[in-house]
């Protein structure tokens, strides 16, 4: 679960962990860390195991470490939850400057396709799976209507990019045995 030590990821996480799902609560800063640490608390008290993990969303580097220790520690991701996503500015298009725009693309366009590309890397070292039964697990990336209504501009250009990107993976997706859902 990327982005969930607070709002609708703290929700998802606490959510999960009522199906005996085992959660990884990512984080990106000293701040959400102990918001990150109460989720886990919450999530092992709900009886499932979980763990809080520090990482970037928008660096490759620290997508690929997000995974590693997620399965040196859960076991293997059969889920993704691309929740993490910023605000940004929330600036008329003159004010907003190329710096803000920047990193609200980063953590909220690269930061899905980074782990969807890990998340397929993790899927296929394991093997493909045939039983259509199983699948080979799930993602579900958040959107929202902002990508409709076009404000803030600058996240609702994102989630728009987002929409794009579930729309054109979807087919990808489904012959590995993929399920996608863009909510």
């Given amino acids: 679960m990327t982005g969930g030590s607070r709002g609708i990821g703290k929700a998802i996480c606490e959510l999960l962990a009522t199906q005996s799902t085992d959660v990884c609560v990512n984080y990106t800063s000293d701040s959400s860390k102990t918001l990150a640490e109460k989720v886990v608390a919450t999530v092992v008290a709900a009886g499932s195991r979980a763990i809080a993990v520090r990482a970037d969303v928008s660096k490759a580097s620290d997508v690929t470490r997000l995974f590693a220790e997620t399965e040196a ?21 003159l004010e907003t400057s190329m710096e803000d725009l920047e990193r609200t693309i980063q953590i909220n366009v690269y930061g899905p396709f980074l782990c969807t590309q890990e998340f397929v890397k993790s899927v296929k070292a394991r093997g493909i799976s045939s039983d259509a039964e199983e699948g080979n697990g799930a993602i579900v990336n958040i ?41």
């Fill in 73 to 93: 520690k859960l076991g293997p991701v059969t889920g993704l939850v691309n929740n993490a996503a910023i605000i940004g500015p929330k600036t008329s298009l």
């Fill in 143 to 183: 959107s929202s209507g902002s990508a409709f209504i076009g404000r803030p501009l600058a996240y609702s250009m994102t989630k728009g990019a987002l929409n794009s990107f579930s729309a054109g993976i979807v087919d990808e997706l489904a012959q590995l045995g993929i399920r996608l859902n863009s909510v």
